[in-house]
């Protein structure tokens, strides 16, 4: 099932507006609606472009000014020096599914994980039950216990 668009207008002075809330949003906001899952589409009021992928772009690159970096400068670089197109041919066919398949893994990989310490703790319960039990079978487990040899002798007093 397809998920429904929420539509924004983008107006001149850079403000987006709801159009399902009929109010003013920050790209802040715009982003919170984004992690929540839902899915945005962004159209200049002027123009009626579709200007969505630029507006997304400009929070990423919001968060990536306060952090100072978004891309490795080697990165940068080849991306100058070889064209903006093997960057858009690489965002187009590569990066939606290389992120889509990490993700995937990486969900996989918590979930396994979180197997592994569910189990580690069955099993540590498990040990402590059997460790009791064993409580009673160790004077037949230990050679050098008095319980072990007939009649409770020393066995230095067994030959004789």
Same mark, same amino acid.
């Given at each position: 099932m397809?998920?429904e668009?929420i /539509?924004?207008?983008?107006y ?9 809330k009929?109010?003013?949003?920050s790209?802040?906001?715009l ?5 929540d899952?839902?899915i ?6 002027k ?7 630029f ?5 990423i /690159?919001?968060k ?8 490795p400068l080697? /990165?940068l ?5 070889h ?6 041919? $690489? $965002?187009e066919?590569? /990066?939606?599914q290389t992120v889509?398949?990490y993700l995937?893994?990486?969900n996989?990989a918590?979930d396994? $994980?979180?197997k592994?310490l569910?189990?580690?703790q069955?099993f540590s ?9 064993f409580?009673?079978l160790?004077?037949?487990?230990n050679?050098?216990?008095?319980? $072990?040899?007939?009649?409770g002798k020393?066995p ?5």
């Amino acid at each position: 099932m397809a998920q429904e668009k929420i /539509l924004f207008k983008k107006y001149p002075n850079r403000r987006l507006y709801d159009t399902e809330k009929s109010e003013y949003v920050s790209l802040n906001q715009l982003e919170d609606l984004i992690k929540d899952g839902k899915i945005v589409e962004v159209v200049e009021v002027k123009t009626g472009e579709d200007v969505t992928a630029f507006t997304l772009t400009q929070i990423i /690159l919001e968060k990536a000014k306060k952090k100072n970096t978004l891309l490795p400068l080697p /990165l940068l670089h080849l991306i100058i020096r070889h064209g903006e197109n093997v960057l858009s041919e $690489f $965002f187009e066919k590569y /990066l939606e599914q290389t992120v889509q398949n990490y993700l995937a893994y990486k969900n996989a990989a918590d979930d396994q $994980f979180k197997k592994w310490l569910e189990m580690g703790q069955d099993f540590s319960s498990m040990a402590q039950k059997t460790a009791k039990n064993f409580t009673n079978l160790n004077p037949m487990l230990n050679p050098f216990s008095n319980n $072990f040899f007939k009649n409770g002798k020393d066995p230095k007093d067994q030959d004789e």
